[in-house]
C-alpha cells in the first residue's frame, strides 16, 4: 500500500481526501445563515445544526469518496463518525 498523496506527488496537507472547496463552502452557507438568525433568531437551529453538520458531511465524503484509493483515511473517517454517534447516543441516553 503505498502512503497517502504520493501518487500524485503533492505534498500531505490538512485537508487530505477532501476537495479544497468543500469547507470554505461550508464555512460561507454557515455565516449566511447565522447573519440571517440576526434577522429571523427562531431560525438559528437551523444555522447551529449546519455548522454541526458540515464536518460529518466532509467524514462522510472522505470515507465513501476515497475507500479505494486510501482505506487507512476511510477507516480513520468511519471511526470518527462512529465517535459522533456514541456521543449522540450517550447524550441522550443521559438526557
Request: charged share 10%.
Amino acid at each position: 500500500m503505498t502512503e497517502p498523496n504520493k501518487q500524485s506527488g503533492a505534498p500531505p496537507s490538512e485537508q487530505a481526501g477532501l476537495p479544497a472547496w468543500l469547507f470554505p463552502a461550508g464555512f460561507w452557507v454557515a455565516v449566511v445563515l447565522l447573519a440571517i438568525t440576526l434577522l429571523v433568531p427562531a431560525f438559528a437551529r437551523y444555522a447551529v445544526s449546519w455548522v454541526m453538520l458540515v464536518p460529518v458531511l466532509a467524514a462522510l465524503y472522505v470515507m465513501l469518496s476515497g475507500w479505494r484509493h486510501d482505506r487507512r483515511l476511510s477507516v480513520a473517517a468511519l471511526i470518527a463518525l462512529a465517535g459522533l454517534v456514541v456521543v449522540f447516543l450517550v447524550k441522550n441516553a443521559l438526557a
